[in-house]
């Protein structure tokens, strides 16, 4: 059975980090990018990050380049997403997802249930 379990969210002030955790199993680990997406009641689910699978490749979209870094553990099939100074308007249910491919409009294969992060000022 695939399975993606977020975790790591919660609340933080504006200026803050938190650190997402994705922890994957039950499909080849390796075969597969993993992206982070967020959504917020309202508005469309924003892709914000993905790494590829084996060459370390990264994308970030414009809204968190320079704050957020996504990593990638192969050995323990974790993917992380380090987010430091954080906004009010990074306040959303962030998920991972799996694909061959990355999609940053949400074409993934499979989908976490999601981790809620909460910024307050």
């Known amino acids: 059975e695939v399975q993606l379990v977020e975790s790591g969210g919660g609340f933080v002030q504006a200026g803050g980090s938190l650190r997402l955790s994705c922890a994957a199993s039950?499909?080849?680990?390796?075969?597969?990018?993993i992206g982070w997406f967020r959504q917020t009641p309202g508005k469309e689910r924003e892709g914000i990050s993905c790494?590829?699978?084996?060459?370390?490749?990264?994308w970030y979209a414009d809204s968190v380049k320079g704050r957020f870094t996504i990593s990638k553990d192969n050995v323990k099939n974790m993917v992380y997403l380090q987010m430091n100074s954080l906004k009010l308007e990074d306040t959303a249910v962030y998920y991972c997802?799996?694909?061959?491919?990355?999609?940053?409009?949400?074409?993934?294969?499979?989908w976490g249930k999601g981790t809620l992060v909460t910024v307050s000022a």
């Open positions: 997802a799996a694909a061959p491919l990355c999609d940053p409009e949400g074409f993934m294969d499979y």
């Open positions: 039950g499909f080849t680990f390796d075969d597969y990018t």
């Open positions: 790494t590829s699978s084996s060459y370390g490749s990264t």
